[in-house]
């Protein structure tokens, strides 16, 4: 009988060692990811500073933590709201096939809360006779950016029109953003995401009704692409891509592909591989208007993709500016 409750102690015991080693080794996974989320690189610092130029000081930048409380706020970055968003920071999450489907498909079937926040202009000026209309389909279409969870900021295409806006009013171009949520415009109208051309489309003819000066309406989105084929380097900086996109469906065609050809033509002359060229579509299964049947200055430009810092799309917003000055002004 002591043989027997000696040995079952001995396995009592070694199970208890087992049970510590695995909850070291997973302590010790777990601090070395925290470790990672929380270096934060000089570069990067540099980057929400330097942003829009002159205009660095409307960026918003979190006050510097210390270790505790970055870690802290990782451990606890959970949302009531989506229960499954405590598993994106856990070990055991992988994703999902999901993650793999077409662009085209996953904007069918996604939440409109799926991306990332509706952004508040940055930098609010009140102006009375704007000339350029910037505008976001896709206002929540984010970008990537390295340690971003440092910055008081949002990567999306809605930052991007900011950036382009303020780039524009200090070169004399009267531009303005719109504001108003295309996502709150589908959840309290119960419609889906690729409905999204219908809110913007009331917004156009809103600001069109509102400010009759207005006669350049941009769509700015960004495209899914891989890093390679989004991005390039001009005298060893780096930038994200543009792409013109055309809607054949539409009366106002011939102007809209004209436009977009002019601005396309001068970034070639003076920038041959920031651009991708003028992609027109027509026929079914794609939009082939774009609401740019609402004017005849209605274009819409693809910045980059997925896989850009909003750092390289703000260097493009920086040559793209002063472009379009000389294509309106000429």
Do not use: W
């Amino acid at each position: 009988m002591a043989k027997r409750f000696r040995a079952k102690k001995r396995r009592r015991i070694k199970k208890r060692y087992i049970c510590l080693v695995l909850l070291f080794i997973f302590a010790f996974v777990s601090t070395f990811k925290i470790l990672q989320k929380v270096k934060i690189k000089q570069s990067q610092e540099e980057i929400v500073t330097l942003l829009m130029n002159d205009a660095n000081h409307h960026i918003k930048t979190t006050s510097k933590k210390t270790i505790i409380e970055t870690v802290g706020n990782f451990l606890f970055n959970f949302n009531p709201k989506e229960p499954l968003s405590i598993l994106s920071n856990s070990l055991l999450y992988q994703p999902t096939i999901m993650e793999e489907v077409t662009e085209a498909v996953v904007m069918q079937n996604q939440k409109v809360e799926d991306h990332t926040d509706h952004v508040v202009d940055p930098n609010p000026v009140d102006i009375s006779k704007p000339v350029i209309y910037l505008y976001n389909t896709h206002q929540t279409e984010e970008y990537m950016m390295e340690n971003r969870e440092v910055h008081n900021i949002t990567p999306n295409v809605m930052f991007a029109s900011y950036v382009l806006k303020e780039k524009l009013n200090n070169l004399g171009i009267a531009t303005i953003v719109e504001e108003q949520s295309v996502t709150d415009y589908l959840n309290n109208n119960q419609l889906p995401y690729y409905k999204s051309y219908d809110a913007t489309r009331l917004f156009m003819k809103e600001a069109m009704n509102k400010y009759p000066t207005l006669n350049y309406f941009i769509d700015i989105h960004r495209d899914g692409l891989k890093r390679e084929d989004s991005t390039v380097q001009i005298d060893n900086v780096s930038y994200a891509k543009v792409m013109f996109v055309v809607g054949l469906d539409n009366p106002n065609h011939s102007s809209n592909l004209e436009l977009s050809n002019i601005i396309n033509n001068k970034i070639k002359e003076k920038y041959p591989t920031l651009t991708r060229g003028v992609s027109t579509k027509k026929g079914e299964d794609v939009n082939g208007v774009y609401n740019q049947d609402l004017h005849a200055h209605a274009i819409l430009i693809e910045c980059g993709g997925n896989e850009n810092t909003i750092e390289e799309v703000s260097n493009t917003m920086n040559l793209l500016a002063p472009i379009i000055k000389e294509v309106i002004s000429s």
